[in-house]
């Protein structure tokens, strides 16, 4: 999964995002990245507020434990999610290539 690297203290995502779909899911790849449609509009930070809370529900860890690493206001984005190992993170997303 090179969407996918872990290592002691949790996990960084990279993604790509399609803001301003009608409900916010992963869709699978792109590329090397996991696509995820968010129903928040890109502007004033939405998206990326709506990412945040997606990623923390899905996972069961607080949106604290969420980070935005790179990628603010571009669709490619790289995410890091504390207390989470790859296992978890593969069976919340199960991506069938």
């Known amino acids: 999964m090179t969407w996918l690297t872990a290592d002691d203290q949790g996990v960084t995502l ?3 995002i399609q803001p301003g779909a009608k409900k916010t ?11 995820i449609r968010l129903a ?3 502007v004033d930070g939405k998206a990326n507020a709506c990412l945040i809370a997606f990623l923390a529900d899905r996972l069961g860890v607080a949106r604290a ?3 935005l690493v790179s ?6 984005k790289r995410v890091r999610v504390c207390g ?4 978890s993170v593969a069976g919340a997303f199960p991506i069938h290539h």
């Open 14 to 16: 990279r993604l790509h």
């Open 25 to 35: 899911e992963a869709v699978g790849l792109h590329g090397e990245a996991l696509k």
């Open 40 to 42: 928040a509009p890109p």
């Open 65 to 67: 434990a969420v980070s």
């Open 71 to 76: 990628g603010e206001s571009s669709r490619a």
């Open 84 to 87: 989470v190992d790859r296992t």
